[in-house]
């Protein structure tokens, strides 16, 4: 297990070579000039020439790519050209409001999906399945940037029971987190329901039931723990969309974390925050699959990893 937890951690060294080479010829291509996006269109010539010459803009892009890795090498993402600060700080101080979003609106979606999961799991076929797949089915229909703002019209300028934007305590949090929640928690459910109908069939479900369970006792109590491996397979790969859907709901709700950052630097150009925001997307969602292949080794002990 160390060696393959050692290996792992070896990976995660070209991914981010990659994920930084990428980002950096992306963003370089894209139209725009950051100076411009600071000073503006009316700035002097000469006063963009020497906003250029003193960030290092001028300078042959291979030479700044070869400048950009050797930062990476040490930890050092440069400095915002926007903030005038070093980007791993700002990163650190964002970081973990997405954190908190991401963790809230995962722990949504599970608080949604078992229960519908299991209901429509146990009775294939019969209303509690009819109903609990139409809501699957809404919550997947239904994108984040139309149900951020009705919920935000219904519970906060109708209602008025719940903060508009920001990030404050527990009831600033709900509505971002059932937000980005939803559509996850549909997904889970129906891969539940899934898993669930196969394992009805199997030996060991019949055997429990003989023995005087119910089908829905001997399910919850035996074919749960089996069905979830396949849960905790589409829970990881989804943590990437996960971390996505943070991007549109935290600028619907104006959440300050790092997809928010994200944006508003692509907007000005900042090529620094833009490529240390995308590698730490990346090195999240790598981590993330990295615990979820552990967790599903330890939930499935026939499963071995080697």
Known sequence: MIGYLARRLLALIPVALGVATLTFAIIHLVPGDPVIAMLGETAAPADIEGMRHQLGLDRPIVEQYIDYLGGLAVGDLGESISYRRPVSRIIAERYPATIELAAAGMLVALLIAFPLGIIAGSRPGG?????????????????????????????????????????????????????????????????????????????????????????????????????????????????????????????????????????????????????????????????VNLATDLIYALVDPRVRVS
């Open 127 to 287: 209303v509690g399945d009819i109903a609990a797949m139409g809501f699957a089915i809404l919550g997947i229909s239904v994108p984040h940037i139309y149900l951020g703002p009705l919920l935000m019209i219904l519970f906060s300028l109708d209602l008025r029971w719940l903060p508009l934007t920001g990030r404050g305590g527990f009831s600033h949090l709900v509505l971002p987190a059932i937000t980005l929640g939803t559509a996850l928690a549909a997904i889970i459910a129906r891969m539940l329901r899934q898993s669930l109908i196969g394992v009805r069939e199997s030996d060991y479900m019949r055997t429990a039931i003989s023995k005087g369970l119910s089908e829905r006792a001997a399910l919850i109590r035996h074919g749960l723990k089996n069905a979830l491996t396949s849960v905790i397979t589409i829970v990881g790969l989804q943590m990437g969309a996960l971390l996505s859907g943070t991007l549109i709901t935290e600028m619907i709700f104006s959440w300050p974390g790092l997809g928010r950052l994200l944006i508003s630097a692509i907007g000005a150009r900042d090529y620094p925050t833009v490529e240390g925001c995308v590698l730490a997307f990346a090195l999240t969602y790598v981590v």
